[in-house]
């Protein structure tokens, strides 16, 4: 068996493999209309990818691959079709063809490369699994391979020069979601063994980066408790560092977030033998710290823990959180424009103290009645208040309302949007992550 680059010139041949492949395919993939070789040239044409590859047997096309860049997620690429004819499985074609599209994930600089399957895939699901790719809990067959990243990661190239990562990668095939926790943090953990050595990794499922390393002579951690850090107040972030060897060693750690956030720096400290240390140092973030995505890595702490002359880099993930968060008491109201209305805010406090400060309400081109508040939230605790609105502008818009509370130790900010729309017309906007586009649907009343 071979694999080589595709070229245009084996359209025929793949063809050929997609029309010989139906069994392989719980819904089939011919469903009696079998592909051309035109119609495969039409739509590797189309398609933008970073690797595709043929497995052969003789002259024959048994396998391939495509792997792209992975437009959900920009750390990481995409095997977007793998297939072998189903009288060829068992041979190892499958996990030949992803160890290709690994070797070019990695060629490529990128530190993951990811795929989807159907959950009731038992064939190709423990070879993914052998393979290095965990199943991301409660997803719908979405796997993440970290190996690319580890292969890389400075810790553990001496152990990965000497040992074949496949060959020493210790998995557990017996359970579908790879659902880990370290200290409390949703991780994926790695382990490999040969002979007498030994390393365990543990990918922050958030940050998706190392929070944790051990080798043969320390383990070091990294994690921010609950996974969380309220804007504007302090959090802490975590250590540990346990020494395994019979002689004392001396740690330092300096760590650094992105814009917006401060870390305490450690005093550097000595672990003496056989035994660990865990330490803690204050972190703040500022007020309307931006989060990513919901389908990329969180917001990180970068640690860089230096351990008798060794350098342990760790990420530590984190939801950024307002303090007080303010919400429409259900969806978002639509307001006449002009006109007047009576709607619900909710207020919550997300904070780990009780709050007390003074809310000031205002509205973009809006009367807002009342404008200001004293409030008093305890920890955990909510609370709905009734906002009138008047609206004077007769143009369709999507008009802002926003919430600030102030205390002398904090000040947070919360906009909502709320659409005006005129009779017969529609807006459109942004609300978050999502472009909205509202109707008019009676909505309101005049003034």
Known sequence: MRIVEYRTSHAPLLARLWNASDAGWPPGLVRFRPKTAGEWRDWEARTRSIGRFVAFEGRRAVGFVRLLEWVESPDATYVQWLNVEPAYHGRGIGKQLLRKAMERTIALGFPRVDL???PGNDKAVPLYKRMGYMWVPLSHAYLQNY???LLSYEPAK???AAHDWYETFERDLSRDFDEDKVRGTDAFVYRFHAGRRRIEIAIDREARGVMAFEGDDVRAEAWIPDGKLIEGL???IHWSVRNKTRSDVSVSIRADGAGGVQVETPTPFVVGPRSARELTARVTI???FPDTPESWASPTIESTIQVAGRTIPLKSGFLPKAALKVSWEEDAPRMAAPGRQDVRVVLRNQATRPLRGDLLIEGEDLQV???RLRIT???????TIRLRIRNKREEGRAAHVRVRFTSPDLHTVNTLVLPCIGPA???AYANEDDWVLDPFAGVGSAI
């Open 377 to 383: 939230l305890g920890k955990g605790g909510t609370r």
């Open 158 to 160: 001496s152990f990965f």
């Open 425 to 427: 017309g529609c807006v």
């Open 369 to 371: 009645e009342p404008a």
């Open 116 to 118: 989807h399957t159907w």
């Open 286 to 288: 500022r007020d309307s």
């Open 147 to 149: 190996v690319p990243l």
């Open 234 to 236: 302090t959090g802490t």
